[in-house]
């Protein structure tokens, strides 16, 4: 729906190119996907653009081809899960944040340019084993023929009486073995090339693999990826009885952090982060970017007290570093985090881990911030019975 946000001028523009088509209909606004199915293909996906460039402009934000596509897609009404989330944002915050647009489109579209990725490796390997299998049925082909020269030669032999007459068969089998001879080494060839093609095809896919589970402004997992790994890993845990622990945590003030100096230096706190869990956190270990400015990272193999320590390592470190404004050259100070550490108990799922961790979270937050906060401390029980509450 229209929203004061949304309205614009160019909006409207885009609109009267609804109208303009001579057709009367029901705009249900932008996002509703109901725009005059008679409009030719020019008309319509220029309307889209006109939308999507409106909304840019209307909200202030950078005009790059992320959030271009992300509008653009918008105004289709397309994607109901992306317009939802879109207009839930909107209606809480009265903005898209840099972080909100980054894992919107994470979340919703860069799948599909994955999607059309791996499509486009998997036609080119359907392409390799075409041009095998022809030259297979060539290569058999040659071999039948070959086979009947050798049946011939054998007949031929056999009824030769002159030197002359031997001379000639043993020339044609000379020649026939030799097209044979090229021919299989032409299939070799051909098979060893197709071979390190089809290498080259799996490693693209694991490549594109990787780039789907990885958070690009961080390095580090995505959601999805976390996703994957914490299911995998409680059950892991559950199975073996080995403890499991889990660090959730946001970085302090980071909204009015991103105000102050701008989106372009929240993301490299955003990566100044994602450098400091790199340095800190051992190879079993699973981090990820949670979700805007917060991160998970999953320990195996490590009972509470362990993940305390390794939580205010985490904590320690990222402090430890000072932020400069990379434009200027100006300090900025130094950025904090809270912590909030839960561990696997019998008869958890992997959504009761969470949650404790993130009631842990929000206690460090509300008790001053830059800590960490667990669930055998009070501060997670006052929390716990305020949620009750």
Not at 68 to 77: F, L, Q, S
Not at 80 to 107: V, W
Not at 184 to 193: D, F, I
Not at 236 to 243: K, N, R
Request: glycine residues 6%.
């Amino acid at each position: 729906m229209f929203t004061r946000y949304s309205f614009s001028p160019a909006n409207f523009a885009a609109l009267i190119l609804v109208i303009a088509a001579g057709q009367r209909a029901a705009l249900l606004g932008i996002g509703d996907g109901s725009v005059v199915k008679l409009l030719d293909e020019h008309e319509r996906t220029m309307a889209f653009a006109e939308v999507a460039l409106g909304q840019i402009k209307s909200l202030r934000q950078t005009a790059v081809p992320r959030n271009y596509e992300i509008w653009y897609v918008y105004a289709t009404g397309y994607n109901a899960a992306l317009n939802k989330i879109i207009n839930e944002t909107l209606a809480r915050n009265g903005k898209l944040s840099e972080s909100d647009l980054e894992q919107i489109y994470e979340t919703y579209l860069s799948h599909i340019k994955t999607s059309d990725r791996i499509d486009k490796v998997g036609a080119r390997v359907i392409g390799e084993i075409d041009d095998v299998m022809t030259l297979i049925t060539e290569a058999l082909g040659m071999s039948a023929t070959y086979d009947a020269s050798l049946t011939g030669a054998t007949q031929k032999l056999s009824a030769a009486q002159q030197p002359d007459q031997i001379k000639a068969v043993v020339e044609q089998l000379v020649k026939s073995t030799q097209e044979m001879r090229e021919t299989n080494k032409a299939l070799e060839t051909r098979l060893l090339l197709s071979k390190t093609e089809i290498s080259n095809l799996q490693h693209s896919l694991e490549a594109i693999r990787a780039e789907s589970l990885t958070d690009p402004l961080t390095g580090l997992g995505n959601r999805k990826y976390f996703d994957r790994s914490i299911d995998m890993a409680v059950q892991t845990a559950l199975a073996s009885g080995e403890p499991l622990s889990l660090l959730m945590f946001d970085i302090d003030h980071f909204k009015s952090f991103n105000d102050s100096y701008g989106h372009l230096t929240g993301d490299q706190v955003l990566r100044l982060v994602g450098m400091s869990l790199k340095q800190t956190i051992k190879g079993q270990d699973i981090t990820a970017r949670y979700g805007g400015e917060e991160f998970a990272v999953v320990l195996p193999n490590t009972a509470l007290r362990q993940a305390l320590t390794v939580a205010d390592h985490i904590r320690r470190a990222v402090m430890a570093k000072e932020l400069k404004k990379k434009s200027t050259g100006e300090i900025l100070g130094r950025v904090t985090i809270s912590v909030g550490v839960s561990m696997l108990k019998p008869g958890d799922d992997t959504d009761s881990l969470i949650e404790r961790a993130d009631a842990c979270l929000y206690a460090a937050k509300r008790n001053g911030r830059n800590r960490v906060i667990c669930e055998v401390d009070p501060e997670y029980a006052a929390e716990t019975r305020s949620q009750v509450a």
